[in-house]
Each structure stands twice: as structure tokens, then as C-alpha cells.
T-cell receptor, first 112, second 117 residues
């Protein structure tokens, strides 16, 4: 049973606009969440994370929001750039150990 | 060379073949992982090694056999695979397998694209 879900397989956004990627989870024991970015022919690379004690974490153009009551997190990229075109994976972990549960990914395409 | 490297990058094998995937990390990490990514599916954790000892085996069929001779190297030995085993196999490493705030991040290699005929 998939505990982390990314229901949008793809997203197209214009350069300069905001990209919003969504992720839902079912396990209330998750207390740490991460976003990874993956280019073709490369492994996923860590982008940004958030602990369950926070509801927002910002790093440059990337902001992750966490809504624990809704079991929902989102990644905002603003402004979007062509180099942001990639697959974005949401992942979650419990405090017991670092077993990450991944979503299926969202393909983002940023058009000029 | 830095980061996590994997060889080969692409592999085609028959169902009766025996092959091995290799992963090497140059980050001084203590934990290493094998993941499987099938098309349009989430990454699935297969094995976790901490300081060369296996700490997790995620109900993986015995035709996949991991080996961790030291903390920098991880192998996945493949034997009598099935066509449904065709996937991208990713290796990752992290400082520790157990979460310590700020050290949960896993660093991934580029993967081996495996096709079983």
C-alpha cells in the first residue's frame, strides 16, 4: 500500500511563474519529509526537507509547506526556470530509522 | 571521484544469466541502500546496509543477493531474473541509517538501467 502519493504525474509551467507540486501521505507516524529532484540519466538529488515540528521551510526559490492535519505537503518553486524541468519526488520518514517512502514523482516541464 | 557511482549504467541480460551491479560511495558514509524503480512507480527500498551489516531486507526475492564487503562498496548479484525485474536500480548512501536530524539525506548514484529478456 502506497503511503506517499503524488497524484499529478506531470506539470507544465511557464518560465517565471510559480510551480506547485503536491504530495499526500497516509502514515501519521511520518515526521520528516524530503523533496528530491531527478534529471534523466542521473540519480535523485536532495532538494529540501521539513520536519514535522515546522509548517514551512524555505531555501532560495524553493519552499516546502507542511499541513499535518491534512497529511499534505507541497513544494513551491518561484520563479520557475527552464533548469527546473525534472522529475520531483516527495519522500517521508519516521523517527525510527531512515527508511524513506517515496512518491511516484511529478514530471515538471518549464516552458520559455 | 566524488559522490556515488554505479556500474554498469546499462545492462541487458537473459533470464539464465548471472550478473552483478556495483556501487561505490566516496562520501565516507556508513549506510548504503539498494532501490528499485519500475516505470511510473515509486522507488522501492530493497536492502539497507549499515557498517557492512544488512539491517533491512524488504521482502526481496532471493534471485537478488546483496553484498557489502566494506562501507564504501555495495554489490547486487543477479541470478535467474524475470522480465518483470527490468527496472532502474539505484544505489544510495547516507551518513547513518538511523535518523539524526540533518543526516537523513540520502545521496543517490545515477542508477543501472536493467533489461531482462
Amino acid at each position: 500500500d502506497q503511503q506517499v502519493k503524488q497524484n499529478s504525474p506531470s506539470l507544465s509551467v511557464q518560465e517565471g511563474r510559480i510551480s506547485i507540486l503536491n504530495c499526500d501521505y497516509t502514515n501519521s507516524m511520518f515526521d520528516y519529509f524530503l523533496w528530491y529532484k531527478k534529471y534523466p540519466a542521473e540519480g535523485p538529488t536532495f532538494l529540501i526537507s521539513i520536519s514535522s515540528i515546522k509548517d514551512k521551510n524555505e531555501d532560495g526559490r524553493f519552499t516546502v509547506f507542511l499541513n499535518k492535519s491534512a497529511k499534505h505537503l507541497s513544494l513551491h518553486i518561484v520563479p520557475s526556470q527552464p533548469g527546473d524541468s525534472a522529475v520531483y519526488f516527495c519522500a517521508a520518514a519516521t523517527d525510527s530509522w531512515g527508511k524513506l517512502q517515496f512518491g511516484a514523482g511529478t514530471q515538471v516541464v518549464v516552458t520559455p | 571521484e566524488t559522490g556515488v557511482t554505479q556500474t554498469p549504467r546499462h545492462l541487458v541480460m537473459g533470464m539464465t544469466n548471472k550478473k552483478s551491479l556495483k556501487c561505490e560511495q566516496h562520501l565516507g558514509h556508513n549506510a548504503m541502500y539498494w532501490y528499485k524503480q519500475s516505470a511510473k512507480k515509486p522507488l522501492e527500498l530493497m536492502f539497507v546496509y549499515s557498517l557492512e551489516e544488512r539491517v533491512e531486507n524488504n521482502s526481496v526475492p532471493s534471485r537478488f543477493s546483496p553484498e557489502c564487503p566494506n562501507s564504501s562498496h555495495l554489490f547486487l548479484h543477479l541470478h535467474t531474473l524475470q522480465p518483470e525485474d527490468s527496472a532502474l536500480y539505484l544505489c544510495a548512501s547516507s551518513q547513518e541509517p538511523y535518523p539524526q536530524r540533518g543526516q537523513e539525506t540520502q545521496y543517490f548514484g545515477p542508477g543501472t538501467r536493467l533489461l531482462v529478456l
